[in-house]
């Protein structure tokens, strides 16, 4: 029992150095976007730009992997006013554009992986 705490603790350990190893090789543009992500956006798009809650919907969009610049124009849309949502137009005039430039910077940069179910069933596998 006492070898299964330790490889348990050793295993976190690792775990934990390398998600520091990580967030230190981010950029100040991508660390910065991610503390906007975490403080602002996270409650509806999470962290990863997956919606939590409301799927991916008109109401609470999933936003990971989307391109800079739209992400860019639709949150100075809201800022502007031009796009009007009650959220979305009440955060993004809370922020600044280098936070907007910064947080579209980070969803911008998740990447995916997609599946194709005529690629991936058509393919032999370990069945």
Not at 106 to 115: L, P, Q, T
């Amino acid at each position: 029992m006492k070898k299964l705490i330790i490889i348990s603790i050793f295993s976190l350990s690792l775990l934990r150095a390398s998600q520091l190893t990580a967030e230190a090789k981010l950029t100040e543009t991508l660390k910065a976007g991610k503390e906007i992500a975490q403080n602002i956006c996270s409650g509806c798009h999470g962290v990863s730009g997956k919606a939590g809650s409301g799927g991916n919907s008109g109401a609470v969009p999933n936003i990971y992997a989307q391109q800079r610049d739209y992400l860019t124009l639709k949150l100075k849309n809201y800022k502007s006013g031009k796009l009007q949502h009650p959220q979305m137009t009440m955060i993004a005039q809370m922020i600044s554009d280098t936070d907007i430039d910064n947080v579209a910077e980070w969803y911008s940069r998740i990447k995916v992986k997609v599946f194709d179910p005529d690629i991936e069933l058509s393919e032999p596998g370990p069945y």
